[in-house]
């Protein structure tokens, strides 16, 4: 599990391989993954937006924004979490992604950016 604190907010990501989604043999390599957003600071926030960089070893880079995620914009009050499942298709076995979310302090309405960090996408095929 890869995890990042910024701005008080602590960005935790464990990721998966879809073997029974994934079709090696047509290039599409499926991945999964949990991300964990915790608030440590004091006051809600809300996540407005994210920005997602993914890249393969094919070097194929794309971008992916959006409005917040997975369809909701949710609010995390101080000390809470908020937790989703998302996914990545890859025409490669191995990737990386990064990127960041746009929060708002709901106390003052400062709006913040917040690093998600780097994670690998790997199929277990590769690793042998």
Not at 28 to 37: G, H, K, L, P, V
Not at 51 to 64: A, L, T
């Amino acid at each position: 599990m890869n995890s990042l604190i910024s701005e008080g907010i602590k960005i935790s990501v464990e990721t998966f391989y879809q073997n029974g989604q994934s079709n090696p043999l047509a290039h599409e390599f499926i991945f999964s993954y949990r991300i964990t957003i915790e608030n440590l600071n004091s006051f809600s926030v809300k996540l407005l937006s994210r920005q997602w960089y993914i890249f393969d070893s094919n070097n194929e880079r794309r971008e992916v924004q959006g409005e917040g995620v997975v369809g909701l914009q949710p609010v995390i009050n101080g000390g809470n979490t908020f937790q989703y499942m998302s996914g990545c298709n890859l025409n490669s076995e191995m990737g990386r992604m990064l990127g960041y979310y746009n929060f708002e302090n709901l106390d003052n309405q400062h709006l913040f950016e917040v690093k998600i960090p780097a994670f690998e996408l790997v199929a277990p095929l590769k690793m042998n």
